[in-house]
C-alpha cells in the first residue's frame, strides 16, 4: 500500500500518529518558507504542510496541480480549524514526500464550478469525473443499483444474466447490428430490452428476476438519449397488476430511504390513462401541484368516458373558441395581476415553434370579485365567472385558455402548466412525487408507414407482449383489427382496448413502465397478426417465444426502470449524462476514446461485409 | 396473486389452513378415484390430492405434465410421509382448481435425469431451465455474484459501469464490431474487457472500481468457450502486488463461505511461474496432489534459474533421452504393482494426439526394495535407484518417464500427472487448492505473424498494460526491443523481463489474473514499441490512455475473475455453458433464437454496408 489511510480519514484523534498519505494536488499554497497542500482523493481533502526543511526540496521538485503525491508525516492539530471539511481539524506535518507521477496543467479546472466547457470536458472525461460534482452522481448512482439490488434480493428476486448477442427483430426502434464471422452474412443484434428473455425465465419458472443492465437502441438521438442505456429490469409470475404495482412502490420508497434519507411513507396515487390525460394533458403529470385543465370542448371521438363542457363558452361567436377541435384552460394561482407585459409575455411563449399555439385567452379573477378577460367583447362576466368556476378559480387567480386541434392543444396546455408550476416554485426540487399511471390504450394507429410495417394497421402502443386489461381480452380476440375506413379508426372496438400496463411518474418523468404479458398462445398470435405480420414472420421473428407458450406459460408481468434517468432526478439533474461515467454526444460519439472509427480492411475480409457509402 | 404461498413453503404446522398454489404438474398418479399430483414451482414440490368428486372434474379436464395449475385446497398431514423433499409431511386437499395454461408434451423430460440430447435441450432451453439440476447451477451463480457484491461493498469498491460501444482496438483476439449507422463507414467495437476503462477511473481517482460485466471475444470457439462471457472485474489504486493478492485471496475466501459454507482458513500459496513450470509442468498447477517433476534434461536457455540432473541418464547410450531436448519423470505413488496391460495403456495414452508422445518409459520401484524399468538394458538397477531418490519416489510407485522436446514433452507430462492424479483419486471434487502464480515473461516472442503486427518481435503475454516487476523496469527501459537474430530470441534482454502479473488458480483451473499496470507514460510507450507500433498507431489506437497518462495517474493494478469459470468449478462442473442461462453452442449460434441471422435490406441500406461473401 501507498498509504495508511485515505484523505478523508483522519480526525483529531488521530493526532501524533505518523501516516503515509497518497493523493493528488489540488492547491498549493507558499507562505515564505513554508508550504501548504491540499492533497486531495476520492475519499477527501487533507492538509499538508511542508516545513522549512522539506520546502527546499520543494523548490528543487516543484509540484503542481494534479501532481500524484506521496507523503509521510504526522497527524497534527490545526491552528486554524476548517469547519467545512471533515478532516479540517488536523493536518499533516510532512517528514517525506515522493512525486508518484507529475501532471501537465489540467485543460479546465478540477473544481466544482470549472471553467471547461462541455466538448473539453468530455474529450477528457477522465479529469472531469474527479470533479466532485461528477464524483457524486456516480456516487448516488453506486447507491441506487446497491439499494435496489438489496430490496429485490430480499424479495426474493433472482439476478439473471441474459445475453447480448441475439437476434434482430425490429419492432419499433432499430436494432444495433453486429455481423458474425462465423456465420458469414448472418448478424446478431444487440438487444433493445431483454424483454422476451425474461418472459422465457417466466416460462423457466424463475418467478421473479432481475437484471441491472445495458440495452441499446440505434436511435437519432434527441437531447438526453444515449445509444447505450441502463435498466433496472424485472419480471414476476402468478401476479395481477396490483401485486407489481405495490412490489416497485416499494422498491422505489426503499430506494428513497437508502438513497436519500427520505421517508415517502404515504400512498402513491394511481390514476388512468384518460385521467391523467384529461386532468393534466399529459400521460406522465408532475403532481406536486394542482392547476388540473378545464376540458371545455373535445373532438367527439377521444376520451369517450370524459364530459367536456362547452355550454360555458358556446354561443358566444367567437370564432377562435367555436372553431376549435379542443379548448383548454387551466387557472394559476395568484396572478390575477399580472401586466400586460407579463400576459403577453406568456403569450409568447405559448406561440414559440416548440409549443405551436396561436394565441392566449386570460381570465383575472380579480381579488374584488369582478372579472376581466382578453376577450371581454364575447363572453360577459357572468359568463366568465362560470368559466372560472369550472376551472376552480379563486379569487387572485389568472386563467389561461388555449385552443386548437386536440392533440397538439393538450400538449400545449400540459407544457405551460409546467412552466407556470416552475415559474411559481411549485416544483420544489427536493419533494418527490409519485404516481402510477394505468389503463394506457393498448394500441396506437398508423395512418402512416412505421418500420416498415405498412400503413393503415395498429402499432402496439408498449410492445407486443402487453396483455389487454382482462376484461378486454375478448374485444381483442372477437374482432377482426382490420380497419376499413381509415378515418373512422377510432370507432373501431380496437381503438378503446386499454392495455394492463403502467408507468411509474416521479415529479413529472416517467421513470418505469411495464405491463402483464400475453402469456396465451392464441392471444399472442391474435396481437402480432394486428400488428401486420404474417405467420411466417411471426415464426421468423418470434418462434421461439411462441414456442414456449405452448409449454405452460405461467401468467406473469413485469417492468423496467429507465435507471440513468432515475438517478438523474433522484440528483436533481435533468441530464442523464451526468450520471454515466462514460457517455456519448449527441451524434453517438465517445469524443474522448474518438469512437466509433474505421476499421482494417482484414477486419471487413474476415467479417465478408464492405461498405456501401451513399 | 395467484398463490398464497409457494410450493416449496408448506410444513406440518400448516395442517388445516386453507391456500392457494401455483406450478406445473410435475407428476400425475391415479389411484382409482383419486389422483395425487406433484406441482413444482422455483422453491420445491408439493403433492396435491383431488378426492373424488374433483376427480370427476379432472376426467373432464384431464391435466398432462407441465400443465399450469392453480390449486385451492386445505393442508393436510400425510399418511405417508415423504422425507426426502422439504414439504414431506403434507399434502393438500384440492378443492377446486384451475388450468391455468396447457402444455404440450415436452420433449425431454424435466427430470435431473433427463431424456433429451444437448441439441434438443439447447433448442428448448426454456424447458431445459426447468430442470433442478440446471437452476442450481443458476442459482448458485447468483449466490456467487451476490458475496462477490457484498465484499467488494464492504472494501469500499464502487460498481461503476463502463461502456459497450468502444473502440476496435484488435489486441491479440478479435473484436466484435457494429456498424454506426450515424456515422457511416465507421464502427465500434464490444470490449473484451473494460481494460482501459478502468484504468482511466483510476486515473479519475476512483480508487477501488468493480464491475460484473459482459465482454466479448470473436475468437474460433475452441469447446468450453463462449463469443460472450462475464466478468468480475477489478482495479485499485495506491496499491503494490501484495495488496491486490491479499484482497482477492479474501473475496475467493469469502465465496466459498458464503456459497458453499467451506471455511477456508489456510494460507493461499504463492508460486513463480518458473516453478510452477519447473515442478508441473503447467502456469496453472492442481496442487491438491503432489507428483512433482523430476527435470533430468532441459534446454540451456530456458529456466535459466533451474538445475537440471542430466547425469541420473547420460552415458548409458539410450538414445531416446540422450537425443531428446528435455526429459520429464513424475512418481506415481503406489503402481508398482501395474500389469504390462495397464503399463501398455498409459503408453498408448502420450501416445494420443492430444499428448502426441513417441513413448513412455517406467521404472517400478518395487516394495521388496528392487527396481524394474522397460528401460533395464540401458540403466542399471543402481542408476534406476538414483532416479527414483531424485523422483521422490517410495518403495511401491511407479515412476512414468517422458522425453522429447521441452515445450511439448512439459505439456504431456503435466497432463500425465493430472489423469494418473485422476485415475488415483487425488483429485477430490470438494476439495479445493487455490493458489497464486507470480512472475510470468512479460513477453512472448511470435517467431510469426500473430495478429498482423508482422513476425519477430515481442507480444504481450498478459495484455500491452502490464507492468514489468519494479527490478526489472530498467531492463525494459534501457534496452532496444529489437532481436536482431531470431534463433537466439531467448538471450535476449527482454526475454527475460518478468511481468508484475499474477494468475490465481482453484484446482488446476486458472479463475482469475491480473497484473500491475504501468502508469508512466514513457514506460508505456516503450511497451507499445516493444509490440510493434509505431507512435502513428499508439495514438489512433491509445491516445486517449497515453493523455491520461499526462495528467497524474497513479499507481494501480487490479485484476479479472472469469465469472462464467469460477461458478462452473464451484459448482464441480467443467463445462462453464451449464452455468448460463442462454449460452451459445460451438458454431456461435443461439440455437432457440436461430442467431445470428440475415438482416432485412432495409438495414443494410441504412448502415450503409453490404455483404462480400467469398
Known amino acids: 500500500m501507498y498509504r495508511t489511510h485515505t484523505c478523508g480519514e483522519l480526525r483529531i484523534e488521530h493526532v501524533q500518529q505518523a501516516v503515509t498519505l497518497a493523493g493528488w494536488v489540488q492547491t498549493i499554497r507558499k507562505f515564505g518558507s513554508i508550504t501548504f497542500v491540499d492533497l486531495r482523493d476520492r475519499y477527501g481533502i487533507t492538509q499538508l504542510l511542508f516545513g522549512e526543511e522539506l520546502n527546499k526540496q520543494l523548490d528543487e521538485n516543484p509540484l503542481g496541480r494534479e501532481f500524484v503525491l506521496q507523503v509521510k508525516g504526522t497527524v497534527s492539530e490545526r491552528s486554524n480549524k476548517n469547519k467545512n471539511i471533515a478532516t479540517g481539524d488536523i493536518e499533516i506535518l510532512v517528514n517525506e514526500f515522493s512525486i508518484l507521477n507529475k501532471s501537465e496543467v489540467p485543460p479546465f479546472t478540477i473544481t466544482d464550478e470549472t471553467d471547461g466547457g462541455d466538448d473539453l470536458r468530455m474529450k477528457y472525461r ?335 402502443r408498449h410492445h407486443p407482449f402487453t396483455s389487454p386489461k382482462p376484461d378486454h381480452i375478448n374485444i381483442m380476440i372477437n374482432n377482426n383489427p382490420k380497419v376499413e375506413d381509415l378515418d373512422k379508426y377510432l370507432e373501431h372496438p380496437y381503438a378503446n382496448i386499454k392495455a394492463n400496463a403502467y408507468d411509474l411518474v416521479l415529479n413529472g418523468n416517467e421513470i418505469g413502465g411495464g405491463s402483464i404479458r400475453i402469456y396465451q398462445k392464441e392471444l399472442q398470435q391474435k396481437m402480432f397478426e394486428a400488428l401486420g405480420m404474417d405467420e411466417h414472420e411471426q415464426q421468423h421473428k418470434f418462434g421461439f417465444l411462441l414456442g414456449a407458450f405452448e409449454y405452460g406459460a405461467p401468467p406473469h408481468g413485469g417492468l423496467a426502470f429507465g435507471f440513468d434517468r432515475l438517478c438523474a432526478i433522484l440528483g436533481g439533474s435533468e441530464s442523464i449524462r451526468d450520471f454515466i461515467a462514460f457517455p456519448k454526444n449527441n451524434s453517438g460519439r465517445d469524443v474522448m476514446l474518438d469512437a466509433p472509427a474505421t476499421i482494417d480492411q482484414k477486419q471487413f475480409n474476415e467479417l465478408q461485409i464492405q461498405l456501401d457509402l451513399k
Open 126 to 460: 477522465y479529469l472531469d469525473l474527479r470533479r466532485n460534482a461528477v464524483k457524486k452522481n456516480l456516487e448516488l448512482r453506486y447507491a441506487v443499483s446497491r439499494s435496489t439490488r438489496n430490496y429485490l434480493h430480499e424479495n426474493n428476486f433472482m439476478d439473471i444474466e441474459t445475453p447480448f448477442l441475439i437476434k434482430s427483430t425490429p419492432e419499433g426502434a432499430r436494432d444495433f447490428v453486429v455481423p458474425s464471422r462465423m456465420n458469414p452474412g448472418q448478424f446478431y443484434a444487440l438487444p433493445q430490452s431483454p424483454q422476451t428473455f425474461k418472459q422465457l425465465l417466466m416460462v423457466s419458472g424463475y418467478d421473479r428476476y432481475y437484471q441491472i443492465v445495458k440495452c441499446f437502441r440505434d436511435e437519432d438521438l434527441r437531447a438526453d438519449r444515449q445509444p447505450e442505456f441502463t435498466q433496472i429490469d424485472c419480471e414476476m409470475s402468478f401476479v395481477e397488476q396490483n401485486d407489481i404495482l405495490n412490489m416497485f412502490e416499494g422498491l422505489v420508497k426503499r430506494i428513497f430511504k437508502d438513497v436519500k434519507n427520505i421517508d415517502y411513507t404515504e400512498k402513491v396515487e394511481r390514476m388512468t390513462w384518460e385521467d391523467a390525460m384529461w386532468h393534466y394533458g399529459n400521460d406522465k403529470p408532475d403532481i406536486r401541484f394542482g392547476m388540473q385543465l378545464l376540458n371545455l370542448k373535445k373532438p367527439s371521438s377521444v376520451y369517450i368516458n370524459k364530459k367536456d363542457q362547452p355550454e360555458l363558452i358556446n354561443g358566444a361567436d367567437f370564432k377562435v373558441f367555436d372553431e376549435a377541435e379542443t379548448v383548454l384552460a387551466i387557472a394559476v394561482p395568484g396572478c390575477s395581476e399580472y401586466s400586460r407585459k407579463q400576459t403577453d409575455e406568456i403569450t409568447e411563449w405559448v406561440k414559440r415553434p416548440q409549443i405551436g399555439m396561436k394565441g392566449l385567452v386570460f381570465i383575472k379573477c380579480n381579488t374584488d370579485g369582478t372579472y376581466k378577460s382578453s376577450v371581454d367583447k364575447f363572453y360577459s362576466e357572468e359568463k366568465l365567472k362560470a368559466i372560472a368556476n369550472a376551472a376552480n378559480a379563486k379569487a387572485g387567480d389568472l386563467i389561461l385558455m388555449l385552443a386548437g386541434t386536440e392533440e397538439r392543444t393538450r400538449k400545449a396546455i400540459s407544457e405551460l402548466r409546467l412552466e407556470m408550476g416552475k415559474r411559481l416554485g411549485f416544483r420544489k426540487e427536493n419533494e418527490f412525487k409519485l404516481l402510477w399511471v394505468l389503463d394506457f390504450p393498448l394500441f396506437e394507429f398508423a395512418l402512416e408507414d412505421q418500420d416498415g410495417g405498412g400503413a393503415g394497421r395498429w402499432v402496439a
